[in-house]
Protein backbone atom coordinates (compact mmCIF):
# COMPACT_ATOMS: atom_id res chain seq x y z
CA UNK A 1 0.00 0.00 0.00
CA UNK A 2 1.62 3.21 -0.81
CA UNK A 3 2.45 5.40 1.96
CA UNK A 4 1.18 8.58 2.70
CA UNK A 5 3.05 11.58 4.51
CA UNK A 6 1.64 14.56 5.59
CA UNK A 7 3.89 16.20 2.66
CA UNK A 8 1.98 15.24 -0.49
CA UNK A 9 0.54 18.18 -1.20
CA UNK A 10 3.09 20.31 -0.60
CA UNK A 11 4.89 18.64 -4.09
CA UNK A 12 4.41 20.82 -6.94
CA UNK A 13 3.17 19.30 -8.95
CA UNK A 14 0.73 16.76 -6.40
CA UNK A 15 1.92 13.20 -6.96
CA UNK A 16 -1.22 11.25 -8.42
CA UNK A 17 -2.84 9.54 -5.68
CA UNK A 18 -3.58 5.38 -6.05
CA UNK A 19 -6.65 3.78 -5.47
CA UNK A 20 -4.98 1.65 -3.18
CA UNK A 21 -4.42 5.22 -1.35
CA UNK A 22 -7.64 6.39 -1.95
CA UNK A 23 -9.26 3.72 0.31
CA UNK A 24 -6.38 3.81 2.64
CA UNK A 25 -7.22 7.95 3.16
CA UNK A 26 -11.36 7.07 2.88
CA UNK A 27 -10.66 5.05 5.99
CA UNK A 28 -8.59 7.30 7.80
CA UNK A 29 -10.84 10.19 7.37
CA UNK A 30 -13.83 8.06 8.32
CA UNK A 31 -11.94 6.65 11.53
CA UNK A 32 -11.05 10.56 12.37
CA UNK A 33 -14.16 12.07 12.17
CA UNK A 34 -15.56 9.10 14.11
CA UNK A 35 -12.63 9.52 16.70
CA UNK A 36 -14.29 13.05 16.89
CA UNK A 37 -17.67 12.32 16.94
CA UNK A 38 -17.30 9.23 20.02
CA UNK A 39 -15.04 11.95 22.25
CA UNK A 40 -17.70 14.24 21.74
CA UNK A 41 -21.11 12.54 21.95
CA UNK A 42 -19.88 9.30 24.36
CA UNK A 43 -16.96 10.54 26.79
CA UNK A 44 -18.56 14.61 26.63
CA UNK A 45 -15.15 15.75 25.90
CA UNK A 46 -14.76 19.10 24.75
CA UNK A 47 -14.66 19.92 21.14
CA UNK A 48 -10.88 21.27 21.54
CA UNK A 49 -9.27 18.41 22.79
CA UNK A 50 -11.41 15.73 20.56
CA UNK A 51 -10.28 17.67 17.57
CA UNK A 52 -6.88 17.58 18.60
CA UNK A 53 -6.90 13.91 19.45
CA UNK A 54 -8.95 13.10 15.79
CA UNK A 55 -6.70 15.18 13.85
CA UNK A 56 -3.53 13.38 15.33
CA UNK A 57 -6.08 9.89 14.72
CA UNK A 58 -6.29 10.57 11.40
CA UNK A 59 -3.06 11.05 10.32
CA UNK A 60 -1.77 7.84 12.13
CA UNK A 61 -4.11 5.93 9.96
CA UNK A 62 -3.85 7.93 6.98
CA UNK A 63 0.00 6.27 7.49
CA UNK A 64 1.59 9.66 8.05
CA UNK A 65 4.61 9.87 10.67
CA UNK A 66 3.20 11.01 14.30
CA UNK A 67 5.54 13.99 14.15
CA UNK A 68 4.84 15.17 10.80
CA UNK A 69 0.55 15.01 11.80
CA UNK A 70 1.70 17.23 14.80
CA UNK A 71 3.71 19.60 12.84
CA UNK A 72 0.49 19.99 10.58
CA UNK A 73 -1.59 20.40 13.48
CA UNK A 74 -0.15 22.88 14.99
CA UNK A 75 0.06 25.24 11.46
CA UNK A 76 -3.17 24.74 11.00
CA UNK A 77 -4.35 25.68 14.56
CA UNK A 78 -1.34 28.77 14.57
CA UNK A 79 -2.62 30.16 10.91
CA UNK A 80 -6.28 29.57 12.10
CA UNK A 81 -6.08 31.45 14.89
CA UNK A 82 -3.89 34.44 13.31
CA UNK A 83 -6.49 34.79 10.32
CA UNK A 84 -9.39 34.69 12.33
CA UNK A 85 -8.90 34.89 16.02
CA UNK A 86 -8.40 39.29 16.16
CA UNK A 87 -12.19 39.19 14.62
CA UNK A 88 -13.74 36.60 16.88
CA UNK A 89 -12.23 39.00 20.05
CA UNK A 90 -13.15 41.93 18.47
CA UNK A 91 -16.99 40.76 17.46
CA UNK A 92 -16.91 39.57 21.07
CA UNK A 93 -16.19 43.12 22.50
CA UNK A 94 -18.70 44.87 20.32
CA UNK A 95 -21.12 42.12 21.62
CA UNK A 96 -20.50 42.97 25.46
CA UNK A 97 -20.68 46.48 24.45
CA UNK A 98 -24.04 46.22 23.05
CA UNK A 99 -25.59 44.18 25.47
CA UNK A 100 -23.94 46.02 29.03
CA UNK A 101 -24.70 49.46 27.52
CA UNK A 102 -28.73 48.80 27.01
CA UNK A 103 -27.93 49.22 23.42
CA UNK A 104 -29.48 45.80 22.21
CA UNK A 105 -32.47 47.07 24.65
CA UNK A 106 -32.70 50.43 23.29
CA UNK A 107 -32.77 48.58 19.61
CA UNK A 108 -35.64 45.82 20.72
CA UNK A 109 -38.27 48.34 22.72
CA UNK A 110 -37.97 51.29 19.46
CA UNK A 111 -38.78 48.23 16.71
CA UNK A 112 -41.50 46.62 19.98
CA UNK A 113 -43.01 50.00 20.45
CA UNK A 114 -43.51 50.51 16.35
CA UNK A 115 -45.11 47.09 15.60
CA UNK A 116 -48.50 46.16 15.34
CA UNK A 117 -49.66 42.78 16.78
CA UNK A 118 -50.07 41.51 12.95
CA UNK A 119 -46.64 42.74 12.56
CA UNK A 120 -45.19 41.36 15.82
CA UNK A 121 -43.32 38.08 14.50
CA UNK A 122 -41.88 39.82 11.69
CA UNK A 123 -40.86 42.68 14.67
CA UNK A 124 -39.05 39.69 16.47
CA UNK A 125 -37.11 38.34 13.50
CA UNK A 126 -35.85 42.08 12.11
CA UNK A 127 -34.82 42.32 15.73
CA UNK A 128 -33.05 38.94 16.07
CA UNK A 129 -31.21 39.63 12.75
CA UNK A 130 -29.94 43.20 13.53
CA UNK A 131 -29.09 42.12 17.03
CA UNK A 132 -26.90 38.55 15.79
CA UNK A 133 -24.94 40.75 13.26
CA UNK A 134 -22.05 41.01 16.22
CA UNK A 135 -23.44 38.13 18.87
CA UNK A 136 -22.53 34.86 19.23
CA UNK A 137 -25.64 32.46 19.23
CA UNK A 138 -25.76 31.27 22.60
CA UNK A 139 -24.70 35.16 23.82
CA UNK A 140 -28.03 36.47 21.62
CA UNK A 141 -30.68 33.90 22.43
CA UNK A 142 -29.78 35.20 26.57
CA UNK A 143 -30.05 38.12 25.42
CA UNK A 144 -33.56 38.07 23.24
CA UNK A 145 -34.79 35.47 25.38
CA UNK A 146 -36.75 38.53 28.37
CA UNK A 147 -37.87 39.90 25.19
CA UNK A 148 -39.24 36.68 23.59
CA UNK A 149 -41.44 35.80 27.09
CA UNK A 150 -42.30 39.32 27.75
CA UNK A 151 -44.04 40.25 24.41
CA UNK A 152 -45.35 36.57 24.17
CA UNK A 153 -47.02 37.23 27.96
CA UNK A 154 -48.46 40.67 27.36
CA UNK A 155 -49.74 40.16 23.79
CA UNK A 156 -51.12 36.72 24.75
CA UNK A 157 -49.17 35.58 22.39
CA UNK A 158 -48.05 31.64 21.46
CA UNK A 159 -44.37 31.24 22.75
CA UNK A 160 -43.58 29.74 19.19
CA UNK A 161 -45.33 32.33 17.25
CA UNK A 162 -42.42 35.15 18.96
CA UNK A 163 -39.83 32.77 19.82
CA UNK A 164 -39.61 30.88 16.23
CA UNK A 165 -38.55 34.11 14.85
CA UNK A 166 -36.22 35.46 16.98
CA UNK A 167 -34.58 32.11 16.73
CA UNK A 168 -34.52 32.05 13.25
CA UNK A 169 -32.95 35.40 13.02
CA UNK A 170 -30.23 34.01 15.33
CA UNK A 171 -29.13 30.73 13.76
CA UNK A 172 -29.42 32.18 10.45
CA UNK A 173 -26.81 34.84 10.88
CA UNK A 174 -25.07 31.85 12.60
CA UNK A 175 -24.57 30.23 10.16
CA UNK A 176 -24.11 32.43 7.13
CA UNK A 177 -22.79 35.97 7.80
CA UNK A 178 -18.90 36.56 9.13
CA UNK A 179 -17.79 37.78 11.86
CA UNK A 180 -19.51 34.37 13.07
CA UNK A 181 -16.55 32.22 13.60
CA UNK A 182 -18.29 29.17 11.52
CA UNK A 183 -17.97 31.21 8.32
CA UNK A 184 -15.09 33.70 9.22
CA UNK A 185 -13.19 29.65 9.79
CA UNK A 186 -14.78 28.34 6.06
CA UNK A 187 -13.51 32.12 4.36
CA UNK A 188 -10.03 31.95 5.79
CA UNK A 189 -10.11 27.96 4.41
CA UNK A 190 -11.31 28.19 1.12
CA UNK A 191 -9.94 31.46 0.45
CA UNK A 192 -12.99 33.28 -0.16
CA UNK A 193 -13.70 36.96 -0.35
CA UNK A 194 -14.73 37.99 3.19
CA UNK A 195 -17.05 40.88 1.56
CA UNK A 196 -18.37 39.42 -1.57
CA UNK A 197 -19.51 36.07 0.92
CA UNK A 198 -21.13 39.04 3.25
CA UNK A 199 -22.89 40.60 -0.14
CA UNK A 200 -24.17 36.74 -0.99
CA UNK A 201 -24.69 35.55 2.36
CA UNK A 202 -27.14 39.00 3.11
CA UNK A 203 -29.26 37.77 -0.19
CA UNK A 204 -29.52 34.29 1.10
CA UNK A 205 -30.37 35.24 4.39
CA UNK A 206 -33.04 37.49 3.36
CA UNK A 207 -35.55 34.48 1.90
CA UNK A 208 -34.29 32.08 4.39
CA UNK A 209 -35.25 34.02 7.54
CA UNK A 210 -38.49 34.91 6.12
CA UNK A 211 -39.68 30.90 5.36
CA UNK A 212 -37.72 29.55 8.50
CA UNK A 213 -39.09 32.81 10.99
CA UNK A 214 -42.19 34.64 10.51
CA UNK A 215 -43.90 31.62 7.87
CA UNK A 216 -42.85 29.17 9.75
CA UNK A 217 -44.04 29.87 12.75
CA UNK A 218 -47.86 29.61 12.03
CA UNK A 219 -47.16 26.00 11.68
CA UNK A 220 -45.39 25.73 14.27
CA UNK A 221 -47.51 27.83 17.10
CA UNK A 222 -50.27 24.83 16.04
CA UNK A 223 -47.80 21.77 16.19
CA UNK A 224 -46.96 23.35 19.84
CA UNK A 225 -49.80 25.81 21.06
CA UNK A 226 -47.80 26.98 24.73
CA UNK A 227 -47.73 30.10 26.47
CA UNK A 228 -44.64 31.70 27.65
CA UNK A 229 -44.10 29.85 30.96
CA UNK A 230 -44.99 31.14 34.45
CA UNK A 231 -41.55 32.36 35.98
CA UNK A 232 -39.85 35.36 36.66
CA UNK A 233 -38.38 36.92 33.74
CA UNK A 234 -34.27 37.07 33.77
CA UNK A 235 -33.04 40.45 34.20
CA UNK A 236 -32.28 42.82 30.66
CA UNK A 237 -28.80 44.29 31.23
CA UNK A 238 -30.35 48.15 30.86
CA UNK A 239 -32.62 47.63 33.90
CA UNK A 240 -29.46 48.89 36.18
CA UNK A 241 -28.57 52.05 34.06
CA UNK A 242 -30.14 55.41 34.32
CA UNK A 243 -29.17 56.30 30.67
CA UNK A 244 -28.68 53.95 27.35
CA UNK A 245 -27.59 55.22 23.49
CA UNK A 246 -29.87 56.37 21.47
CA UNK A 247 -31.54 53.65 18.79
CA UNK A 248 -29.74 55.67 15.69
CA UNK A 249 -26.03 55.32 17.29
CA UNK A 250 -26.56 51.72 18.18
CA UNK A 251 -28.13 50.79 15.11
CA UNK A 252 -25.24 52.45 13.22
CA UNK A 253 -22.16 51.33 15.25
CA UNK A 254 -23.87 47.22 14.67
CA UNK A 255 -23.89 48.07 10.91
CA UNK A 256 -20.67 50.15 10.97
CA UNK A 257 -18.59 46.93 9.99
CA UNK A 258 -21.15 45.61 7.62
CA UNK A 259 -21.20 48.74 5.65
CA UNK A 260 -17.35 48.89 5.32
CA UNK A 261 -16.86 45.51 4.42
CA UNK A 262 -19.86 45.62 1.72
CA UNK A 263 -18.34 49.35 0.42
CA UNK A 264 -15.07 47.44 -0.18
CA UNK A 265 -16.47 44.77 -2.12
CA UNK A 266 -18.43 47.25 -4.23
CA UNK A 267 -15.21 48.85 -5.03
CA UNK A 268 -13.22 46.25 -5.43
CA UNK A 269 -16.07 45.09 -8.42
CA UNK A 270 -16.46 49.23 -9.75
CA UNK A 271 -12.58 49.83 -9.71
CA UNK A 272 -10.73 46.64 -10.34
CA UNK A 273 -7.58 47.91 -10.44
CA UNK A 274 -4.98 47.14 -7.15
CA UNK A 275 -3.11 50.21 -7.66
CA UNK A 276 -6.22 52.76 -7.93
CA UNK A 277 -5.70 55.00 -4.97
CA UNK A 278 -9.45 54.38 -4.22
CA UNK A 279 -9.29 50.42 -4.07
CA UNK A 280 -6.07 50.82 -1.58
CA UNK A 281 -7.97 53.12 0.61
CA UNK A 282 -10.95 50.75 0.75
CA UNK A 283 -8.76 47.45 0.99
CA UNK A 284 -7.74 48.83 4.39
CA UNK A 285 -10.65 50.49 5.64
CA UNK A 286 -12.84 47.60 4.57
CA UNK A 287 -10.84 44.93 5.80
CA UNK A 288 -12.71 42.88 8.66
CA UNK A 289 -9.84 43.85 11.40
CA UNK A 290 -10.23 47.28 10.52
CA UNK A 291 -14.21 47.53 10.17
CA UNK A 292 -14.92 45.57 13.50
CA UNK A 293 -11.66 47.28 15.33
CA UNK A 294 -13.63 50.80 13.87
CA UNK A 295 -16.77 49.44 15.28
CA UNK A 296 -15.50 48.66 18.23
CA UNK A 297 -13.93 52.36 18.82
CA UNK A 298 -16.90 54.29 17.97
CA UNK A 299 -18.63 51.61 20.10
CA UNK A 300 -17.26 52.54 23.48
CA UNK A 301 -18.00 56.39 22.16
CA UNK A 302 -21.80 55.56 20.45
CA UNK A 303 -22.46 53.07 23.17
CA UNK A 304 -20.23 53.01 26.30
CA UNK A 305 -20.59 56.78 27.16
CA UNK A 306 -24.23 57.59 26.56
CA UNK A 307 -24.49 54.62 28.72
CA UNK A 308 -22.27 56.50 31.74
CA UNK A 309 -19.82 54.33 31.68
CA UNK A 310 -16.46 55.08 32.75
CA UNK A 311 -12.89 54.10 31.51
CA UNK A 312 -12.49 51.56 34.10
CA UNK A 313 -16.41 50.37 32.99
CA UNK A 314 -15.10 50.25 29.74
CA UNK A 315 -11.83 48.18 30.27
CA UNK A 316 -13.81 46.10 32.56
CA UNK A 317 -16.39 45.24 29.90
CA UNK A 318 -13.65 44.63 27.33
CA UNK A 319 -12.14 42.28 29.33
CA UNK A 320 -15.70 40.54 30.16
CA UNK A 321 -16.31 40.09 26.53
CA UNK A 322 -13.22 38.31 25.89
CA UNK A 323 -13.16 35.56 28.88
CA UNK A 324 -16.23 33.81 27.31
CA UNK A 325 -14.29 33.37 23.89
CA UNK A 326 -11.08 31.64 25.24
CA UNK A 327 -13.10 28.08 23.97
CA UNK A 328 -14.10 29.24 21.26
CA UNK A 329 -11.12 30.29 20.06
CA UNK A 330 -9.44 26.80 20.69
CA UNK A 331 -12.29 25.01 19.32
CA UNK A 332 -11.70 26.92 15.91
CA UNK A 333 -8.33 26.48 16.44
CA UNK A 334 -8.11 23.10 16.63
CA UNK A 335 -10.63 22.77 13.99
CA UNK A 336 -8.24 24.77 11.64
CA UNK A 337 -5.38 22.21 13.11
CA UNK A 338 -7.84 19.65 11.88
CA UNK A 339 -8.58 20.60 8.47
CA UNK A 340 -4.98 21.15 7.77
CA UNK A 341 -4.21 17.50 8.67
CA UNK A 342 -6.50 16.90 6.22
CA UNK A 343 -4.98 18.37 3.28
CA UNK A 344 -1.55 17.44 4.52
CA UNK A 345 -2.30 13.80 4.66
CA UNK A 346 -3.34 13.94 0.46
CA UNK A 347 -7.24 13.94 1.33
CA UNK A 348 -8.28 17.65 -0.55
CA UNK A 349 -6.45 15.85 -3.31
CA UNK A 350 -8.40 12.12 -2.89
CA UNK A 351 -11.23 14.75 -3.07
CA UNK A 352 -10.73 16.44 -5.70
CA UNK A 353 -9.75 13.04 -8.19
CA UNK A 354 -13.03 11.10 -6.82
CA UNK A 355 -15.44 14.40 -7.77
CA UNK A 356 -14.65 14.53 -11.17
CA UNK A 357 -16.15 10.98 -11.71
CA UNK A 358 -19.54 12.41 -9.80
CA UNK A 359 -21.84 14.29 -11.17
CA UNK A 360 -22.95 15.72 -7.85
CA UNK A 361 -21.86 19.46 -7.86
CA UNK A 362 -19.21 20.77 -5.28
CA UNK A 363 -21.64 23.11 -3.78
CA UNK A 364 -24.14 20.29 -2.72
CA UNK A 365 -21.02 17.76 -2.38
CA UNK A 366 -19.87 20.26 0.43
CA UNK A 367 -23.42 20.89 1.96
CA UNK A 368 -24.20 17.07 2.20
CA UNK A 369 -19.89 16.76 4.28
CA UNK A 370 -21.20 19.83 6.68
CA UNK A 371 -24.93 18.08 7.30
CA UNK A 372 -23.64 14.64 8.07
CA UNK A 373 -20.92 15.99 10.33
CA UNK A 374 -23.39 18.48 11.70
CA UNK A 375 -25.34 15.38 12.85
CA UNK A 376 -22.84 13.29 13.87
CA UNK A 377 -21.07 15.93 16.24
CA UNK A 378 -24.06 18.40 17.18
CA UNK A 379 -21.69 21.15 16.25
CA UNK A 380 -22.17 23.75 13.87
CA UNK A 381 -18.93 25.22 14.06
CA UNK A 382 -17.29 21.99 13.89
CA UNK A 383 -19.05 20.85 11.28
CA UNK A 384 -18.09 24.20 9.09
CA UNK A 385 -14.58 23.87 10.14
CA UNK A 386 -14.21 19.97 9.41
CA UNK A 387 -16.36 20.42 5.89
CA UNK A 388 -14.17 23.50 5.14
CA UNK A 389 -11.21 21.53 5.72
CA UNK A 390 -12.77 18.85 3.30
CA UNK A 391 -13.74 20.08 0.22
CA UNK A 392 -10.73 23.88 0.65
CA UNK A 393 -9.36 21.80 -3.28
CA UNK A 394 -12.52 21.92 -4.52
CA UNK A 395 -12.38 26.02 -4.46
CA UNK A 396 -9.09 26.10 -6.34
CA UNK A 397 -10.39 26.85 -10.23
CA UNK A 398 -13.54 28.40 -8.90
CA UNK A 399 -14.76 31.91 -9.36
CA UNK A 400 -14.37 34.35 -6.28
CA UNK A 401 -18.47 34.06 -6.69
CA UNK A 402 -18.35 30.55 -6.03
CA UNK A 403 -16.14 30.09 -3.95
CA UNK A 404 -18.05 32.27 -1.77
CA UNK A 405 -21.02 29.76 -2.22
CA UNK A 406 -19.17 27.37 -1.26
CA UNK A 407 -18.62 29.12 2.59
CA UNK A 408 -22.33 29.36 2.10
CA UNK A 409 -23.05 25.82 1.23
CA UNK A 410 -21.04 24.78 4.28
CA UNK A 411 -22.88 27.42 6.68
CA UNK A 412 -26.46 26.17 5.29
CA UNK A 413 -25.06 22.54 5.83
CA UNK A 414 -24.12 23.20 9.57
CA UNK A 415 -27.27 23.66 10.66
CA UNK A 416 -28.98 20.77 9.79
CA UNK A 417 -31.54 19.42 12.21
CA UNK A 418 -30.21 19.99 15.57
CA UNK A 419 -31.25 17.65 18.02
CA UNK A 420 -30.19 16.10 21.67
CA UNK A 421 -26.57 16.18 21.09
CA UNK A 422 -26.49 19.81 20.74
CA UNK A 423 -26.19 22.44 23.16
CA UNK A 424 -28.26 24.49 21.19
CA UNK A 425 -31.07 22.14 21.68
CA UNK A 426 -30.93 22.32 25.56
CA UNK A 427 -30.56 25.83 25.87
CA UNK A 428 -33.92 26.37 23.67
CA UNK A 429 -36.26 23.46 25.32
CA UNK A 430 -35.30 24.56 29.32
CA UNK A 431 -35.71 28.28 28.72
CA UNK A 432 -38.88 28.08 26.78
CA UNK A 433 -39.83 25.50 29.31
CA UNK A 434 -40.54 22.61 26.04
CA UNK A 435 -40.40 18.38 25.98
CA UNK A 436 -37.85 16.95 23.99
CA UNK A 437 -40.69 16.42 21.40
CA UNK A 438 -41.87 19.92 21.34
CA UNK A 439 -38.19 21.19 20.74
CA UNK A 440 -37.60 18.69 18.31
CA UNK A 441 -41.12 19.64 16.14
CA UNK A 442 -40.09 23.72 16.65
CA UNK A 443 -36.43 24.09 17.18
CA UNK A 444 -35.18 21.37 14.95
CA UNK A 445 -37.48 21.51 11.90
CA UNK A 446 -36.81 25.42 11.93
CA UNK A 447 -32.76 24.45 11.97
CA UNK A 448 -33.95 22.11 9.08
CA UNK A 449 -35.75 24.73 7.07
CA UNK A 450 -32.75 26.89 7.40
CA UNK A 451 -30.33 24.71 5.88
CA UNK A 452 -32.46 22.98 3.01
CA UNK A 453 -33.87 26.98 2.39
CA UNK A 454 -30.08 28.26 2.16
CA UNK A 455 -28.86 25.39 0.45
CA UNK A 456 -31.16 25.93 -2.30
CA UNK A 457 -30.71 29.10 -2.43
CA UNK A 458 -26.79 28.69 -2.72
CA UNK A 459 -27.49 26.22 -5.41
CA UNK A 460 -29.72 28.32 -7.45
CA UNK A 461 -27.64 31.60 -7.25
CA UNK A 462 -24.94 29.58 -8.87
CA UNK A 463 -26.36 28.48 -11.74
CA UNK A 464 -27.14 32.74 -12.41
CA UNK A 465 -24.17 34.06 -11.19
Do not use: C
Request: proline share 5%.
Amino acid sequence: MTRLSVEMLAADPVEPITSAGHAQLGIAVLAGIAVIVLLITKFKMHAFLALTIGSLALGAFAGAPLDKAITSFTTGLGSTVAGVGVLIALGAILGKLLADSGGADQIVDTILAKASPRSMPWAMVLIASVIGLPLFFEVGIVLLIPVVLMVAKRGNYSLMRIGIPALAGLSVMHGLIPPHPGPLVAVDAVKANLGLTLALGVLVAIPTVIIAGPLFSKVAARWVDVQAPDRMLPQRPSEDLENRPGFGATLATILLPVVLMLSKALVDIIVDDSTHTVQRVFDVIGSPLIALLAAVIVGMFTLGRPAGFTKERLSSTVEKGLMPIAGILLIVGAGGGFKQTLIDSGVGQMILDISKDWSIPALLLAWLIAVAIRLATGSATVATISAAGLVAPLAADMSSTHTALLVLAIGAGSVFFSHVNDAGFWLVKEYFGLSVGQTLKTWSVMETIISVVAGGLVLLLSLVI
